[in-house]
T-cell receptor
Framework: QKEVEQDPGPLSVPEGAIVSLNCTYS??????FMWYRQYSRKGPELLMY????GNKEDGRFTAQVDKSSKYISLFIRDSQPSDSATYLC????????????FGKGTLLTVNP | DTGVSQDPRHKITKRGQNVTFRCDPI?????LYWYRQTLGQGPEFLTY????????KSRLLSDRFSAERPKGSFSTLEIQRTEQGDSAMYLC?????????????FGPGTRLTVL
């Protein structure tokens, strides 16, 4: 079992839809949870991070963590064509272990 | 804050040649990371530096790979005797120790193609 599992999609939605992106993880030592957005042939761009169970909101984006289920989600409200990208979840266990463990990424297309 | 920069952006080489990539982190960031990303996969950790010290290396980093960060500023990643399986995007990221959460900021990557 991989440490971080993410459905690669692809996911196609109409403009204005609510998008739900999800990851599961296996290591209960993971403490910090990040979401990155990656446009084609570009480096990943940090969207949000959180380190506790619950929700964190930033504009149209909401990150949700459920540590009891080892499940993390990113919701995008009022999706726009400019949101079309690959979304990567990334997790690390904090402490002296700084490496990020990434999911495969979910390719999202928002159609105008 | 000019962001993480990487050079070159693209590199095409023949199998068996050596290649070197450079990463300039965000100024004042003392941690620097290298990741490798192949098509359809998320980035995979290779190695990281805190200042000039290389503190962790992945098993993915074979003996043909070497990374340096002289003086704790820019870093180089060298691949010797390249193989076709080395074709990938090589990503550099940096972060600042002082932050409570180690938020890593990525550069645009160097895309390597080995023929």
């Amino acid at each position: 079992q991989k440490e971080v599992e993410q459905d690669p999609g692809p996911l196609s939605v109409p403009e204005g839809a609510i998008v739900s992106l999800n990851c599961t993880y296996s290591n209960s030592a993971f403490q910090y949870f990040m979401w990155y957005r990656q446009y084609s042939r570009k480096g990943p761009e940090l969207l949000m991070y959180t380190y506790s169970s619950g929700n964190k909101e930033d504009g149209r984006f909401t990150a949700q963590v459920d540590k009891s289920s080892k499940y993390i989600s990113l919701f995008i409200r009022d999706s726009q064509p400019s949101d079309s990208a690959t979304y990567l979840c990334a997790i690390n266990s904090g402490g002296s272990n700084y490496k990020l463990t990434f999911g495969k990424g979910t390719l999202l297309t928002v159609n105008p | 804050d000019t962001g993480v920069s990487q050079d070159p952006r693209h590199k095409i080489t023949k199998r068996g040649q050596n290649v070197t990539f450079r990463c300039d982190p965000i100024s004042e960031h003392n941690r620097l990371y290298w990741y490798r990303q192949t098509l359809g996969q998320g980035p995979e950790f290779l190695t990281y530096f805190q200042n000039e010290a290389q503190l962790e290396k992945s098993r993915l980093l074979s003996d043909r790979f070497s990374a340096e960060r002289p003086k704790g500023s820019f870093s180089t990643l060298e691949i010797q005797r390249t193989e076709q399986g080395d074709s990938a995007m090589y990503l550099c990221a940096s972060s600042l120790t002082a932050r409570a959460v180690d938020t890593q900021y990525f550069g645009p990557g160097t895309r390597l193609t080995v023929l």
